[in-house]
């Protein structure tokens, strides 16, 4: 009797090892599945934010092109555009105030203002709280448009769209993918005096347009 229980003690603890090694399995994975989805989701806002830095390109460019202006700095805009909601600029080329500004009287919230009353990009121009609204980025900070000093920008510098919020290693990628990598230097920066980004760290990724 003694033997026969000791035998089915001893099956007992091979089956619940095996169990074991099925779940650690399926743990492994389920795991392997969620960073993998991770990666193609952090792959896709990367992908949007450059698609959109593209698109708000060609919309600035469009609109010199039709107006001989910089949208937001546009001195002829309510003229132009048959809008007298939206102000004017002053007409200097530069993208004036914060890019994440929260006064519609500066330039930086009047360029969405104007691109979206010459229907050169989405959203409401009927109104002012329409007009003037900043569009979130894929990583859920604000993106604007600026020539103050930013991120290694110095001031009028350029008229720069800028991202808020944008992790390291999407920084990194995205500067790379359309300039040098570098957050201090090009087209593309991230920082003022860092020398390469970190992965721990958010950066307002800022890039040149026009």
């Known amino acids: ?78 003229t132009l555009l048959g809008n007298t909601t939206l102000l004017n600029g002053d007409g200097d080329g530069r993208v004036d105030g914060s890019y994440a500004s929260s006064d519609d009287t500066n330039e930086s919230r009047q360029f969405w203002y104007h691109l979206r009353a010459a229907d050169m990009v989405t959203g409401s121009s009927a109104d002012t709280a329409g007009g003037t609204l900043l569009p979130s980025n894929p990583w859920g900070g604000q993106t604007g448009v600026t020539s103050s000093a930013i991120s290694g920008f110095a001031l009028g510098e350029a008229n ?19 300039d040098d990598g570098v957050p201090t230097t090009g087209k593309v920066r991230g920082h003022a005096s860092d020398t390469s980004y970190d992965a721990s760290s958010n950066y307002t990724l800022c890039l040149v347009i026009g």
């Open 1 to 78: 009797m003694k033997e026969i229980n000791e035998r089915k003690w001893n099956q007992q603890r091979a089956f619940t090892l095996v169990e074991l090694a099925i779940v650690l399995v399926i743990v492994g994975l389920l795991l392997g599945g969620v960073l993998k989805g991770q990666a193609m989701i952090d792959s896709a806002r990367m992908k949007r934010a450059i698609q959109d830095y593209k698109n708000i390109s060609a919309a600035v460019l469009t609109y010199r092109d039709q107006y001989k202006s910089w949208p937001g700095d546009d001195n002829r805009a309510q």
């Open 160 to 178: 720069t769209l800028c991202y808020g919020l944008v992790p390291g290693d999407a920084s990194r990628n995205i500067d790379t993918q359309l």
